[in-house]
């Protein structure tokens, strides 16, 4: 099983930006589909972003345009660059596989 670890998280200011890194401790080459899903207080988990193989991306309708998920095979590691964060972003934020999840990383975003 691969493991993953979440990264980048923290406090900032509305309008502002944040880069998640999900670090996995194996190959990523193998693994097709990875993504990022968010979980904030009181509220179910819901997914943000997805990336394939092939990186082919797919986004919630309440970031696109201003997250951008990515892939490096080479260092192993899925990003999530997100701008323009608004205060409803703040949640702490998943990486999976689909069948593996990270521990999460906390963003909060205030007004």
């Known amino acids: 099983q691969v493991q993953l670890a979440e990264s980048g998280g923290g406090l900032v200011q509305a309008g502002g930006s944040l880069r998640l890194s999900c670090a996995a401790s194996r190959s990523t080459l193998s693994i097709n589909g990875m993504g990022w899903y968010r979980q904030a207080p009181g509220k179910p988990r819901e997914w943000v972003a997805s990336?394939?193989?092939?990186?082919?991306?797919a986004y919630a309708d309440s970031v696109k345009g201003r997250f951008t998920i990515s892939r490096d095979n080479a260092k192993n590691e899925v990003s999530l660059q997100m701008d323009n964060l608004k205060p409803e972003d703040t949640a702490v934020y998943y990486c999976?596989?689909?069948?593996?999840w990270g521990q999460g990383t906390q963003v909060t975003v205030s007004s």
């Open positions: 999976t596989t689909g069948f593996q």
């Open positions: 990336i394939t193989g092939g990186s082919i991306t």
